[in-house]
């Protein structure tokens, strides 16, 4: 019973940490996404510049 409990412990902690480094991945990736389309909502009144420029300014 005690191997159990610590096997079950150790799975816990496990996927407590996966989990929050998916959180926290996933937090970053919305960040950029997010940043991107603002960036791409900003810029996309000037036709002239193509993306890849606009966002080497940025």
């Known amino acids: ?12 902690a496990e996927s407590t940490n ?21 960036n791409r909502v900003t810029h996309s009144c000037d036709p002239v510049k193509p993306v890849n420029t606009v966002a080497q300014h940025v």
């Open 1 to 12: 019973e005690t191997s159990y409990k610590s096997v079950y412990r150790d799975f816990i």
């Open 18 to 38: 996966g989990f929050m480094r998916y959180l926290s991945t996933f937090s970053e990736w919305l960040t950029v996404s997010g940043e991107k389309s603002s």
